[in-house]
């Protein structure tokens, strides 16, 4: 099976039209300077940015074209709703469907400074969904408040909330079992449990503090899917968990994966970057060139694309991860070098476990197995 591409009519565009922020989480690979910049790319720069890319599958004469609009950052609503409806309405009116474009706009949002008036935007544009980051009581137990209230009311609203989490240390001392539970409560209908990454912010100390073992994320979601099967088993609304079920995904269909020909980020000042590694797995975004002064068609064939895409389809050339049968279906979204002593950044302790349990899941999973956002 081909993976999806962007070359093939599948991007995934993720959009960080604005990096402000005012949160100071330990996983961001954002510098201060740059959550504190409010500069907002200007939405004719945007409008200009979909038509390179609309030029582009024109010139390939790709007929189905699905853009899945990330609205990623930075806290993308602290553009306001005005210059957030300008932006996805230009992208809309670009990626017409008439031409056979499919277009859904997540955004991602820490939800806390939300208010009640963005529920209707994030209704009409994300087709009834959004997501929210949690991370348990990392950022402190008054913010942790905040956002429950939050997420109960985008729920009462009628609103499908998902969440993406960092796994960390204090995830880790409330347990998966607690936190499905709580989650469960609060109307959330799918999660997402990232690794930890290292980056040039959090080297001040915040990793050694916050980020756990590649093994303790392992153990965290084995504990998190034994949460997950009990309470299908006894047949309670339960979320969905992404990790789970791309791995099960991958396993029956096979093909190459993760290799990010589908992805691609686009900065305030036009340049389309995707994270990177240096020094093992040190994070930091890599550009391959910029769409206000180039074709699209030059950025996705530029060396530096082609020298990235032919890193991650060789899996860094990672001797275990070339030998291990679970290559096409891990979680190393991005490749980089495993660390030494841990299980690998794909998770190959919880794949070897879950892939075992497999009819367990599909034998509770009925008609509710369908997963969206992962």
């Not at 096979?254 to 994270?275: C, E, K, R, S, Y």
């Not at 991860?321 to 002593?341: A, I, T, Y």
């Amino acid at each position: 099976m081909v993976a999806p591409s962007i070359e093939s009519g599948y991007f995934v565009f993720t959009l960080m039209p604005s990096l402000f922020c005012h949160l100071r989480c330990p996983h961001c690979y954002l510098s201060l300077e740059e959550r504190q910049d409010r500069t907002i790319m200007s939405p004719d720069f945007l409008e200009e940015a979909c038509r390179k890319i609309d030029a582009y599958w024109d010139s390939r004469n790709i007929r189905k074209r699905t853009v899945v609009c990330y609205w990623y950052g930075g806290e993308p609503t602290s553009m306001g709703i005005d210059v957030f409806k300008d932006m996805a309405d230009r992208i809309n009116s670009v990626f017409d469907p008439a031409k056979g474009y499919e277009v859904k706009h997540t955004v991602l949002t820490s939800l806390v400074s939300v208010r009640d008036d963005w529920f209707p935007v994030f209704d009409q544009y994300g087709l009834g969904e959004f997501q929210t980051s949690y991370d348990g009581d990392m950022r402190g137990g008054s913010y942790m408040r905040k956002w429950e209230r939050r997420v109960r009311a985008a729920v009462d609203y009628g609103l499908s909330v998902s969440t993406i989490s960092v796994v960390n240390r204090e995830l880790l001392e409330q347990g998966p079992a607690w936190t499905l539970d709580y989650l469960a409560d609060l109307g959330v209908k799918e999660t997402s449990w990232l690794p930890f990454m290292w980056n040039d912010q959090n080297s001040n100390g915040s990793y050694d503090d916050y980020a756990p073992t590649m093994s303790s994320w392992s153990e965290f979601m084995t504990g998190l899917t034994e949460r997950w099967l009990e309470r299908r088993r006894s047949d309670l609304a339960t979320p969905e968990i992404g990790q789970m079920r791309f791995i099960l995904s991958q396993a029956e269909r096979g093909g190459l994966a993760n290799i990010a020909g589908q992805t691609l980020f686009l900065m305030p000042n036009g340049d389309f970057v995707l994270p990177d590694y240096r020094e093992g797995w040190k994070e930091f975004m890599r550009p391959f060139g910029n769409i206000l002064d180039q074709d699209f068609a030059d950025i996705l064939a530029s060396p530096a694309r082609r020298k990235y895409l032919r890193r991650q389809a060789l899996r860094n050339g990672n001797e275990d991860c070339l030998s291990c049968p679970h290559q096409d279906k891990c979680v190393m979204e991005f490749w980089k070098d495993n660390r030494e002593g841990d299980d690998c950044f794909g998770g190959r302790r919880y794949i070897d476990w879950l892939l075992d349990k497999s009819p367990d899941v599909a034998s509770v999973s009925g008609s509710r197995s369908s997963c969206t956002l992962y």
